[in-house]
Protein backbone atom coordinates (compact mmCIF):
# COMPACT_ATOMS: atom_id res chain seq x y z
CA UNK A 1 0.00 0.00 0.00
CA UNK A 2 1.48 3.56 -1.07
CA UNK A 3 0.40 6.56 1.24
CA UNK A 4 0.99 9.98 -0.72
CA UNK A 5 0.66 12.53 1.81
CA UNK A 6 0.97 16.63 0.96
CA UNK A 7 1.43 19.59 3.44
CA UNK A 8 1.46 23.41 3.58
CA UNK A 9 -1.26 24.56 1.75
CA UNK A 10 -3.32 27.46 3.00
CA UNK A 11 -4.34 31.09 2.79
CA UNK A 12 -1.79 33.54 1.19
CA UNK A 13 -2.55 37.17 -0.07
CA UNK A 14 -1.55 37.90 -3.85
CA UNK A 15 2.18 38.39 -4.26
CA UNK A 16 2.89 36.23 -1.50
CA UNK A 17 4.47 33.21 -1.10
CA UNK A 18 3.76 29.50 0.33
CA UNK A 19 5.63 25.78 0.21
CA UNK A 20 4.13 22.50 -0.66
CA UNK A 21 5.72 18.86 0.65
CA UNK A 22 4.01 15.86 0.01
CA UNK A 23 6.07 12.86 1.31
CA UNK A 24 5.73 9.05 -0.16
CA UNK A 25 5.44 6.16 1.79
CA UNK A 26 4.39 2.43 1.87
CA UNK A 27 5.19 -0.56 -0.36
CA UNK A 28 7.74 1.63 -2.67
CA UNK A 29 10.66 -0.49 -4.93
CA UNK A 30 11.07 2.56 -7.28
CA UNK A 31 9.61 6.08 -7.50
CA UNK A 32 9.84 7.67 -11.30
CA UNK A 33 8.08 11.36 -11.91
CA UNK A 34 6.61 12.81 -9.07
CA UNK A 35 4.98 15.88 -10.04
CA UNK A 36 2.06 18.15 -8.62
CA UNK A 37 -1.32 18.88 -10.63
CA UNK A 38 -4.21 21.37 -9.20
CA UNK A 39 -7.84 21.41 -9.86
CA UNK A 40 -9.86 25.05 -9.47
CA UNK A 41 -13.54 25.24 -9.04
CA UNK A 42 -15.57 24.14 -12.85
CA UNK A 43 -12.11 23.29 -13.91
CA UNK A 44 -10.06 20.34 -15.27
CA UNK A 45 -6.91 19.26 -13.20
CA UNK A 46 -3.86 20.05 -14.61
CA UNK A 47 -0.36 19.27 -14.35
CA UNK A 48 1.38 22.48 -12.90
CA UNK A 49 4.85 21.02 -12.43
CA UNK A 50 6.56 17.46 -12.80
CA UNK A 51 9.93 16.03 -11.81
CA UNK A 52 12.27 12.69 -12.78
CA UNK A 53 14.33 10.71 -10.89
CA UNK A 54 16.96 12.41 -12.58
CA UNK A 55 16.27 15.73 -11.81
CA UNK A 56 14.61 17.15 -15.04
CA UNK A 57 11.64 19.26 -14.82
CA UNK A 58 9.07 20.76 -16.71
CA UNK A 59 6.55 23.22 -15.53
CA UNK A 60 3.25 24.62 -16.87
CA UNK A 61 3.84 28.28 -18.61
CA UNK A 62 1.81 30.05 -16.44
CA UNK A 63 4.07 29.19 -13.21
CA UNK A 64 7.41 29.01 -15.29
CA UNK A 65 9.68 31.91 -13.48
CA UNK A 66 7.22 31.88 -10.05
CA UNK A 67 7.29 27.80 -8.94
CA UNK A 68 10.31 25.92 -8.90
CA UNK A 69 9.80 22.02 -8.09
CA UNK A 70 12.50 20.04 -6.43
CA UNK A 71 12.85 16.47 -4.81
CA UNK A 72 14.41 14.41 -1.78
CA UNK A 73 15.32 10.79 -3.48
CA UNK A 74 16.44 9.64 -0.75
CA UNK A 75 13.15 10.19 1.39
CA UNK A 76 10.30 9.88 -1.17
CA UNK A 77 9.66 14.08 -0.78
CA UNK A 78 8.73 16.66 -3.51
CA UNK A 79 8.11 19.96 -2.98
CA UNK A 80 6.63 22.84 -4.64
CA UNK A 81 7.63 26.70 -3.86
CA UNK A 82 5.35 28.78 -5.18
CA UNK A 83 6.33 32.65 -5.68
CA UNK A 84 4.52 35.71 -6.49
CA UNK A 85 1.40 34.60 -6.23
CA UNK A 86 -1.87 35.21 -8.05
CA UNK A 87 -5.63 34.76 -7.47
CA UNK A 88 -5.47 32.19 -10.48
CA UNK A 89 -3.27 30.10 -8.83
CA UNK A 90 -6.15 29.21 -6.12
CA UNK A 91 -7.05 25.68 -6.21
CA UNK A 92 -6.35 22.22 -5.07
CA UNK A 93 -3.02 21.19 -5.39
CA UNK A 94 -2.36 17.57 -5.72
CA UNK A 95 0.81 15.72 -5.48
CA UNK A 96 1.51 12.85 -8.17
CA UNK A 97 3.97 9.86 -8.14
CA UNK A 98 4.54 7.35 -10.81
CA UNK A 99 6.09 4.13 -9.32
CA UNK A 100 6.76 0.39 -8.78
CA UNK A 101 5.68 -1.23 -5.89
CA UNK A 102 8.26 -4.24 -6.36
CA UNK A 103 11.18 -4.93 -9.94
CA UNK A 104 7.95 -6.98 -11.30
CA UNK A 105 5.17 -4.53 -11.09
CA UNK A 106 4.24 -1.88 -13.89
CA UNK A 107 4.17 1.62 -13.01
CA UNK A 108 0.67 2.97 -11.54
CA UNK A 109 0.04 6.67 -10.64
CA UNK A 110 -0.84 7.28 -6.99
CA UNK A 111 -2.22 10.74 -5.79
CA UNK A 112 -2.63 12.51 -2.51
CA UNK A 113 -5.46 13.98 -1.00
CA UNK A 114 -4.88 17.49 -1.90
CA UNK A 115 -4.40 20.63 -0.08
CA UNK A 116 -6.22 23.97 -0.59
CA UNK A 117 -4.61 26.75 -1.99
CA UNK A 118 -5.98 29.96 -1.88
CA UNK A 119 -4.84 33.43 -2.66
CA UNK A 120 -7.01 36.37 -2.13
CA UNK A 121 -6.88 39.93 -0.10
Known amino acids: QVQLVESGGGLVQPGGSLGLSCAAS????????MGWYRQAPGKQRELVASITHSLSTNYADSVKGRFTISRDNTNNMVYLQMNTLKPEDTAVYYC???????????????WGQGTQVTVAS
Open 26 to 33: GSIFAIHA
Open 96 to 110: NAVLQTSYFSREYDY
